[in-house]
Structure formats: C-alpha cells, structure tokens
Antibody, heavy 118, light 112 residues
Framework: EVQLVESGGGLVQPGGSLRLSCAAS????????MAWVRQAPGKGLEWVAN????????FYVDSVRGRFTISRDNAQTSLYLQMNSLRVDDTAMYYC???????????WGQGSRVIVSS | DIVLTQTPDSLPVSLGERAIIRCKSS????????????LSWYQQKPGQPPQLLIF???TRKWGVPDRFSGSGSGTDFTLTISSLQAEDVAVYFC????????FGQGTRLELK
C-alpha cells in the first residue's frame, strides 16, 4: 500500500525555520516526481514546490522561492521541505504528494500543520 | 500562470440529483505529446487530504464510482456527478499541470 507520512510541522515565530519530512513507502520512490502542496485554513490548494525523480531539478512557487528548499533522499525514500524566513501567510497544512505520468497528484499524505505566529 | 476558475463556489444538490461543476482555464492546457488535456479533478472531505478522481480531463481513476465523470475541451471543463450520494458532500478542485501547477478555488458541494 502506498503511504506518504508527513512530520515536522508545528508553531513557529515569524522569521523562524522548520523542516518538513515525508516518509514514503509502498512504491518505488525514485521513479516519481514529488511535490509539496499547501492549504491555508479554510482556503484552496496551492502548489509549493516539486522535485524531479533524481533530484536534479527543483521548481517553486514565486512566493516561497529563495526561502524554501525542497530535497529528497531516494535511499531513505524521503522528501523534505526546508522552510526559512517563515511568514504569517505561510500558515497552512502542508501535503506531500506524488505526481504520476497522468499529469496529476495521485497520492497524498495526511498533511503536516505549520502555524506561523508571534 | 494559468488561472483556473470554478463555478459555482457553492452548489446545493438534493440526494439522487445531478451535480455539475465547471472549471475554466485561462489558456489551453492541451498536451501536444498525447493530445489530451492536463486537467484533473480532486475531492476533499473535511479533515482529509484531496483524493484524485479524474485525470486527463475525462479518465476516471480506478476505484472511483462511475457516477463521477469528467468532460470538456479547449478551456472549458466539467465534473458531473450523475446521482448525488450523501458521501459525495465535499469540496471539489480542478487542477492543471500543463505548466506551473495551479488549482481552481474549489466548489463546495452540499446537500439541499
């Protein structure tokens, strides 16, 4: 069974940092592009970043570029999101998602909640 | 970035009735390599992550009930639920991955 399990969220002050992790299992992790998608409370979905199968290319939404870094460890079948210089508007549930060759996110984790507040 | 606009924002429907949700793209999302539209639909229930229903605009994911169907071309797409069941109450999002991924703002489907 495919599983994506996020961890690392929490409460942080503006300007602080957090590192999210996503442990993947049940599929060949290194064969898939992976992504982070977030959802602010009561709002819609926003793609944050993705990373190619071998980690060679990374892409970010404009609002996080230069502050967030996506990475992966295929040996550990894990995806990461290093979040620096956090802002109040980064408050959201952060989902790890698998991208498949049908141009869609076919598997999602349960999410990790990030709250940025003083 | 490609903007996806869903209508309506909220849709009250009676059990057994048909529900139609529309998604309009600000530009074509037709993938040239396979001549299919890079448009997906997701269902999100409260407290849960989104779940993929439809990809390539009209292909139902394995296991999704056949009362869910997707259609459309050009820049106009539709998700139809042919006969609403209580468990279909959720928020529905369209999504494109033709270019930088974007999502529609969501449509809240509720019981009338």
């Amino acid at each position: 069974e495919v599983q994506l399990v996020e961890s690392g969220g929490g409460l942080v002050q503006p300007g602080g940092s957090l590192r999210l992790s996503c442990a993947a299992s049940g599929f060949t992790f290194s064969h898939y592009l992976m992504a982070w998608v977030r959802q602010a409370p009561g709002k819609g979905l926003e793609w944050v970043a993705n990373i190619k199968e071998d980690g060679s290319e990374k892409f970010y939404v404009d609002s996080v570029r230069g502050r967030f870094t996506i990475s992966r460890d295929n040996a550990q079948t894990s995806l990461y999101l290093q979040m620096n210089s956090l802002r109040v508007d980064d408050t959201a549930m952060y989902y790890c998602a698998r991208f498949n060759d049908s141009a869609s996110f076919d598997k999602w984790g349960q999410g990790s909640r990030v709250i940025v507040s003083s | 970035d490609i903007v996806l606009t869903q209508t309506p924002d909220s849709l009250p429907v009676s059990l057994g009735e048909r529900a139609i949700i529309r998604c309009k793209s600000s530009q074509s999302i037709l993938a040239s390599f396979n001549n299919k539209h890079s448009l997906s639909w997701y269902q999100q229930k409260p407290g849960q992550p989104p779940q993929l229903l439809i990809f390539w605009a009209s292909t139902r994911k394995w296991g999704v009930p056949d009362r869910f169907s997707g259609s459309g071309s050009g820049t106009d797409f539709t998700l139809t639920i042919s006969s609403l069941q209580a468990e279909d109450v959720a928020v529905y999002f369209c999504h494109q991955y033709y270019s930088t991924p974007t999502f529609g703002q969501g449509t809240r489907l509720e019981l009338k």
